[in-house]
């Protein structure tokens, strides 16, 4: 988010893309994707390409998507020869729960959640642009979060709150000011 610089949700991944050189393909345009495939993501020609089912709603692309950020920004090795997949299977390698993670607080940052004053997976959905169903997992780790309230004692965090800052005082001018109080 820092160095994408991105200040507002719901997050713009193809702002990401764009500054990262990533091509994002619809599955109807190169049909690679097997039926239990939501995404993937491939490397071939010294460039990264992600590709989603385009038939999912808008709101599983946008977590697709997201997850194969995860994918190629936290550097996981290609699977099967040449590509990552985003799959439904339950009993899914550690690698894959590490991009859901990445998804999740790539799209629905806990600070700026925080910020914003947000708390049920309704509103995190509705704001963030995520499906209820991620939205609930969210809500519940938010939860925790809540109850440590342990919010901006990391650099980075308080860097991306900063660089939030006026979009979260122009959504919510009563929200918590930062350790202002």
């Known amino acids: 988010m820092i160095d994408f ?31 239990s495939q939501s995404g993937c993501s491939l490397f071939g020609g010294g460039k990264w390409f992600i590709v989603y089912d385009d038939s999912d709603s808008i709101q599983r692309r946008r977590f697709t998507i997201a997850h194969e950020f995860g994918h190629i920004f936290l550097g996981h090795e290609l699977k099967d020869g040449y590509r990552h997949t985003r799959t439904f299977a339950e009993d899914k390698p550690q690698y894959e729960t590490e991009a859901d993670i990445f998804a999740s607080r790539l799209l629905m940052p806990a600070c700026v959640l925080w910020g914003l004053n947000l708390h049920t997976a309704q509103e ?16 519940k780790r938010m939860k925790e979060l809540y109850a440590r ?24 001018p009563e929200a918590i000011r930062f350790g202002e109080e």
């Open 5 to 35: 610089k991105i200040s507002a949700l719901p997050v713009d991944l193809k702002q990401i893309a764009k500054q990262a050189d990533i091509q994002i393909l619809q599955n109807a345009d190169v049909h690679i994707l097997m039926p």
């Open 124 to 139: 995190i959905a509705a704001v963030c642009n995520v499906s209820l169903t991620a939205a609930q997992i969210r809500a």
């Open 149 to 172: 309230n342990m919010f901006g004692t990391h650099p980075l965090e308080r860097r991306v709150m900063e660089q939030f800052k006026p979009y979260i005082i122009s959504k919510n």
